[in-house]
């Protein structure tokens, strides 16, 4: 079992920056590089959305065409955490923000792993 714990959300103005990390662990932490990791994000009254994703070793990352360019995924296999770099952030961000551990995918289903998200705010 893989428990996973975002940190980082906040308010900010758009335009301006904001930084989340998904932290692992568990029993299974010395193993965190046999999980690919994604970012997924839910607005009230929407579906879950695919954010990005970044393979077991970093060298694969993926983006929603709605954050790239903008968002940027990494991952640190050592000390088993996983960041979302978020420059010019739009109202439309808005989100409570989710990692989650499982197969490489853009489709929330195929996620075993989900922490306990956290609220991204971004005001006009």
């Known amino acids: 079992q893989v428990q996973l714990v975002e940190s980082g959300g906040g308010l900010v103005q758009a335009g301006g920056s904001l930084r989340l990390s998904c932290a692992a662990s568990?029993?299974?932490?010395?193993?965190?590089?046999?999980?690919?990791i994604a970012w997924f994000r839910q607005a009230p009254g929407t579906e879950r959305e695919f954010v990005a994703a970044i393979s077991r070793s970093g060298s694969g990352t993926y983006y929603a065409d709605s954050v790239k360019g903008r968002f940027t995924i990494s991952r640190n296999n050592t000390k088993n955490t996983v960041h979302l770099q978020m420059n010019s952030l739009k109202p439309e961000d808005t989100a409570v923000y989710y990692c989650?551990?499982?197969?490489?995918?853009?489709?929330?289903?195929?996620?075993?792993?989900w922490g306990q998200g956290t609220q991204v705010t971004v005001s006009s």
């Open positions: 568990g029993r299974t932490f010395s193993t965190f590089n046999s999980y690919h």
């Open positions: 989650a551990a499982g197969v490489l995918s853009g489709l929330a289903d195929s996620y075993n792993y």
